[in-house]
């Protein structure tokens, strides 16, 4: 399997533009998990589906960040307009259904650099 | 909210040498699982631990979760450095699924 695929690895942009991160969890798995990763917070959960649903958004900074996960094989991270602060490392993680949810497997993630 | 705290935040060891971090939760654990990052990668899981009191090992590196269950230490024997990168802890978010992590624990090994 090829794991958790991630796209681009990194992006370079400047403020006010969109960014849309891209993530394809391994196929069976059924939970798909985006975080953010700084030196400052740490790793921190933004949005986890289950089943395509999106179960969890409390973690979604604001606005300017949405999620969607059109079918079980893709799902997008958008920053709309984006800003100097949304730098970070970003991560997607998949895991199978039942008590292995939280045995997560994650991608290789995503490095932001907003100018 | 959970908070889970690591140590220490950083450490080096010199190749062959023993070592542990700790991670400590401000609240009962459920679900203690560790992680590893090397540097621009993601997060492999290394193991998962629920009872209290339990023990697992995984080749060089094990895992205790205490009997209390507010925290667990992760013990590396002879250390490689093969062995170096971000050792980070995650807990279950009680009646949530998903993961709350520690801040890391920065392992170099020398040579």
């Known amino acids: 399997d090829a794991g958790v695929i991630q796209s681009p690895r990194h992006e370079v942009t400047e403020m006010g533009q969109e960014v849309t991160l891209r993530c394809k969890p391994i196929?069976?798995?059924?939970?798909l998990f985006w975080y953010r990763q700084t030196m400052m917070r740490g790793l921190e959960l933004l949005i986890y589906f289950n089943n395509n649903v999106p179960i969890d958004d409390s973690g979604m900074p604001e606005d300017r960040f949405s999620a969607k996960m059109p079918n079980a094989s893709f799902s997008t991270l958008k920053i709309q307009p984006s800003e100097p602060r949304d730098s970070a490392v970003y991560f997607c993680?998949?895991?199978?259904?039942?008590?292995?949810?939280?045995?997560?497997?994650f991608g290789p993630g995503t490095r932001l650099t907003v100018l | 909210s959970q908070e889970l705290e690591q140590s220490p935040q950083s450490l080096i060891v010199q190749e062959g040498k023993n070592l542990t971090i700790n991670c400590t939760s401000s609240?009962?654990?459920?679900?203690l699982y560790w992680y590893k990052q090397k540097y621009g990668e993601g997060l492999i899981f290394l193991m998962m631990l629920q009872k209290g009191g339990e023990e697992k090992s995984h080749e060089k590196i094990t895992a205790k979760l205490d009997e209390k269950k507010q925290q667990s230490s992760l013990h590396i024997t002879a250390s490689q450095p093969s062995h170096a990168g971000i050792y980070l802890c995650?807990?279950?978010?009680?009646?949530?699924?998903?993961?709350?992590f520690g801040q890391g624990t920065r392992l170099t090994i020398n040579p």
């Open positions: 993680a998949s895991s199978l259904p039942g008590r292995s949810y939280n045995e997560q497997f």
């Open positions: 995650g807990a279950d978010a009680q009646g949530a699924q998903k993961l709350v």
């Open positions: 609240k009962t654990l459920y679900g």
């Open positions: 196929s069976g798995h059924n939970s």
